[in-house]
């Protein structure tokens, strides 16, 4: 006969103890968390708690939660170094709940990803990099390191590519990245101290990061509604901005989707200017764009080099490929460029020369995003027909003019972790919007991109009933 449930999950958690999995001063899941994670009910975990807290195994603090305790009694069934009196005291703090339990599923294969910022496999054009790496038995290719600010022939490369949405640079005002985010990361180590003042929108991506938390600087939240509503204010002059910058994405934003007219830019570089507030303008959602042409980059608006500008191929090609590029004044782009070889010794060679290859094709990069954008309008399309059949007694959204996403608002609020949570026994898999802004805690950040088109209904189907019944 097989033991409790109860004890069950007790030997559990003493075998990972055992084996190094928990230490001393670690935070244990809530009961809800244990109960969906060991597929019991909540009495069977409390019954499981209490005992390893009279065994002195797990201690509850006030407010806080339960923790594994640090008594002799762990120590000698665990004698290993206590990482976690390490881990406890570094800068960069581990991300929020949500965001650590997203990326741990997204490797599962049995959740519909409802929410995933990233293009499906199917969309990903692998032949063409097979086709591009064949070729190169005629093409000299080099593993080595390559010069500070990346490769000149895929900075030549993109001098060319950016033009063709009024961008003027050179060579040396590029700095290859392992992606965007690197771009982000660079710019807080760079430029930021902790008495910056980062001004973003709201909501906003980099909540969702700790890019800029681990510096300990000030991160100034204005929702786009203002932003738009004051264009010709944005800045209360009784604010100090030393050492300030202003975060954008000002095309298919993420999470939203808006994008600023062609007056709006205009204005929000001439306020920075005017205030002498450097720009961040991440635009990798822009070549996404549904219809032609795409809105000017700010940066293709910028005469006085006050914009970094941060592009990538994550979004319209493959996130694998961790190929992204800060375009900028000279000086500031080398100077970042001198970090990123402290870092990591520059981007990937063989990724660099696949992307030279990839934009200086017509053949590859103009057929593959027509292609892409294609394909993603016939799942917006069907996202949008099933969020209208089971979603509009719910709440609100926009069709969106490209990228990846829906920002979809509830009429009401709900418990969102018990929606998360409920969802994903359910294998849906949501960004709640709380991950975006605080303020956020009624909206869901939906991506059409990477789920198969042919589960986007049923899924939907699904969420919606599992909202109206937490309502």
Partial sequence: MGKAKYQQIIDDILLQIQ???????????????????YQVNRSTVIQALDILQSYGTIESKPRKGLFIADNKW?????????????????TSKNNQYFIQRINELEFRSDLYRLSTGELSPSLIPNQQFKEILAQSNDIPLTSNYEYPLGSLSLRSAIVEHVKQWGIDCTVDQICITSGALQGLKLIADGLLVPQSHII?????YIHSIRTWHNIHAELKSLPISTIKRNINHIF????????SLFYTIPTCHNPTQHSYSIEERKKIVHQCQLHGIPIVEDDVYGELYFNRPRPRPLKSLDHNDNILYLGSLSKSVSPGLRIGWIIGKSTVVSHLADLKMQNDYGASSISQYIATQWLTNPQYHQWHIQKLKHELLIKRDQFLQSLTSYFSNLGTWHIPEGSFYIW?????????KALFDLAISHHILINPGEIYSEQANRAIRFSYSYIDVSDIDNALKQLSQLIIQLQ
């Avoid at 973003?200 to 906003?204: A, V």
């Avoid at 979809?408 to 969102?416: A, G, T, V």
């Fill in 19 to 37: 084996n190094g999995s928990l230490e001393a001063g670690m935070k244990l899941p809530t009961q809800r968390e244990l109960a969906t994670m």
């Fill in 74 to 90: 762990n120590t000698y069934i665990k004698d290993n170094i206590q990482w976690q009196t390490y881990m406890s005291h570094s």
């Fill in 200 to 204: 973003i929108e709201s909501p906003s």
């Fill in 236 to 243: 209360n002059h009784s604010q100090r901005f030393r050492h």
């Fill in 408 to 416: 979809f608002e509830l009429y009401h609020p709900i418990d969102m």
